[in-house]
C-alpha cells in the first residue's frame, strides 16, 4: 500500500473509532444520541453500569463456575419444527464437547430434573434405578407426606404452562455439557441458515412494529405498539445484541500451528454497532441490551424469597461447596434487591381482566416459540448457548408473572403454586451471567476504539 493510501485508511479507521466512541460515550456517560434514562423505566444506563461493575460482575462470575451452575442438560439433536433441517454446520468451532458421565457430580446425575434439594433427590417414588445404585449410602427415608408432597410437586412441574420449550432431560439424545468447557463465541456460522433464523424470530413470531421492514433492522421505534408489545419486542432484540457482543469479545483473531487465539475484534464490533454502518440502530441495539439486563435483574431480586427457603440446597452431593454455592447466590439477591430503579412489571397486563389474560397467553406463546426456533440453528454451540439464554429469559418472565405465588411459598415444603427445575435455574444463572458480561465487554470496547484514535 502507498504511503497516502496508508494514511487514508488510517483515517477511515480514526474516524469510525470517534463514531464509535461517540455512541458507547452515550452509552458509559449518559450523554448526546443515547439519553440517560431507558424509555418504559425510570433507570439510567450510567447507574446500571456501575452496579454491573462493582457488585454483580465478580459475583456472578464466581457463582457460574460452581459446579450446579456449570453443567447443563440439553438436547442438541431435537429437528427443527419449522423448516427442513440445513444439516449442521461442519466448522470445527461449532463442535459442543458433551460432559462424560463420569465428571457429573452424583447429585446432579441422580436426581430428578426439578429437584435440587438433598431430600428431594432421595424421594422413594421419583428415584430411578441409577439413582438408587449411586446414592445407596444416603438416607432416602420420607415421611408419606414429603413423599406425597414430592409427587404433587413432579405432577404440577410436568402440566404447568412455561414460556419455554424445555428439552425433556430423559431423552436419550440429552447431554449434559461443561459450560465452562464449551464457551460462547464466534464460531464463524453465517450466511442463509443463521439469517433465517433471526428473520423467523422477527418476522414471524415477534409482536414487530409496523416501521420495521426489514428482518436484520429489528430495533426501529416500536410506535404503535402497546407497552407489553414493546416491552417483548425489546428483550428480543435485547438478547440478538448481546449474543453478539459475545461474538464480537471472543473472536477468533488468528489460528498458528492449531492453537487459536481468540479475543475482542474491534472491526467486527464496528459493523455491528456503528451508527453509520447500522444505518442508526447501533445506538438502540446497544440501549435494548441495558433494558434487558433490567428486567432479568429484576427477576432475580422477585425470585430470591424462593431460594431462601432452607428447602433449597442447590443440591450436587458436595455438602460443603453446596453451602457456598447458596451463600453466593443469596448475596447476590441482596445486591439485587439494593438496586434502586428496577422495571415494574405491574405496568403490564394492567387493562381489563380479560384482555389482559389474553394479552399474557399471546405473549407466552410467542416466546415459547421462539425457544423452539433455537432447535433450528445449524451450529451446535451457537444452538447450545441460544437455548440456554432463550431459557433463561423464560424462565425470567415466568418469575415476574408468578409474584403472588412467589410470596406464599411455604418455607419447609415445595409449593404447588411455583417451582423452578433444575435446568431453569442453571438457565436463568447463566442467561443473566452472560448480560453482565454483555455489559462489561462494551466497556472493554470502550478502551479499544480510544487506542485506536
Known sequence: MSGSGAVRSTAVRARVAARLLAVLGCVVTAKAQLTGVLDDCLCDIESIDDFNTFK??????????RDYFRYYKVNLKRPCPFWADDGHCSIKDCH?????????PVGIK?????????????????????????????????????KEAFIDWARYDDS????????????????YVDLLLNPERYTGYKGPSAWR????????????????????????????????KRVFYKLISGLH?????????????????????????????TRRFDPVETKGEGPRRLKNLYFLYLIELRALSKVAPYFERSVVDLYTGNGH?????KALLLDIFRDTKSFHMHFDEKSMFAGDKKGAKSLKEEFRLHFKNISRIMDCV??????????????GLGTALKILFSEKEIQSLPENSPSKGFQLTRQEIVALVNAFGRLSTSIKELQNFKVLLQQTR
Open 160 to 175: 404447568q404452562d412455561h414460556f419455554c420449550e424445555l428439552d425433556d432431560e430423559r431423552s436419550p439424545d440429552a447431554q
Open 321 to 325: 461447596e453446596d453451602a457456598e454455592s
Open 378 to 391: 445449524g451450529c451446535d454451540k451457537c444452538r447450545l448457548w441460544g437455548k440456554l439464554q432463550t431459557q
Open 241 to 269: 445484541a448481546s449474543i453478539n457482543l459475545h461474538l464480537c469479545a471472543n473472536y477468533l483473531l488468528e489460528e498458528t500451528w492449531g492453537k487459536p487465539c481468540w479475543g475482542p475484534n474491534v472491526k467486527e464490533f
Open 110 to 146: 441422580a436426581g430428578s430434573s426439578n429437584k435440587y434439594s438433598k431430600a428431594a433427590n432421595n424421594s422413594k417414588e421419583l428415584e430411578d434405578c441409577e439413582q438408587a445404585n449411586k446414592l445407596g449410602a444416603v438416607n432416602s427415608t420420607l415421611s408419606n407426606q414429603s
Open 96 to 104: 459442543v464437547e458433551p460432559c462424560p458421565e463420569s465428571k457429573i
Open 56 to 65: 454483580i460482575f465478580p459475583k456472578i462470575q464466581k457463582l457460574q463456575e
Open 197 to 228: 433464523v433471526w428473520n423467523s424470530i422477527y418476522e414471524e413470531n415477534c409482536f414487530k412494529p409496523r416501521s420495521v421492514y426489514r428482518p436484520l433492522n429489528p430495533l426501529a421505534p416500536s410506535r404503535g405498539l402497546c407497552l407489553e
